[in-house]
């Protein structure tokens, strides 16, 4: 049986426990129950950590994939190669290819998350030391600074393809 099936059928039986649950359970049925729930949360939680892991190292090599494919498609476009569709071509079709892989929604959007945390993260450390002030402050015009940075950064999640 697999650990998604026995984790969809402990939710099941947990669900229908609370729904019997009364003052007459015996505290060691209920505390089988909970045993077995955190069991299967402690699984489900590690098996979702290495998923991240996997998914974050996948999305680091297509970011590093579509910094290569925007460099070339800008080569290609300043030395006056344009791109056309199944043409005989090389050049051009292979800028067509490439601008293509640009626009795929998933590629896209995951960059546009990560540069969104790299704007965050500069953010969140420009300036520690932010305080009240006036017009002329330079921690008010940090706070400012700061405050772009993270608009930034949200309009970047926002944008889904190039």
Not at 28 to 42: N, V
Not at 43 to 66: F, H, I, M, P, S
Not at 94 to 99: F, G, R, S
Request: aromatic share 2%.
């Amino acid at each position: 049986m697999s650990e998604l099936q026995n984790n969809k059928e402990l939710v099941a039986v947990g669900h229908e426990f609370a729904k019997a649950l009364g003052s007459d359970t015996p505290i060691i049925e209920i505390a089988k129950m909970m045993s077995r729930l955190a069991e299967r949360l402690d699984c489900t939680t590690a098996a979702l950590r290495e998923t991240a892991k996997q998914r974050d190292a996948l999305t680091a090599d297509n970011v590093a994939r579509a910094e290569i494919i925007g460099q070339l498609v800008w080569q290609y476009s300043a030395s006056g190669i344009k791109p056309v569709k199944k043409t005989l071509n090389p050049a051009s079709a292979l800028l067509d290819e490439a601008l293509e892989v640009l626009r795929q929604p998933a590629t896209a959007a995951a960059v546009s998350e990560l540069k969104a945390q790299g704007v965050e993260t500069a953010a969140e450390t420009y300036h520690p030391l932010v305080g009240t002030g006036g017009n002329d402050d330079p921690q008010d015009n940090g706070r400012c600074i700061r405050e772009d940075l993270v608009s930034i950064g949200r309009n970047l999640r926002g944008v889904v393809a190039l």
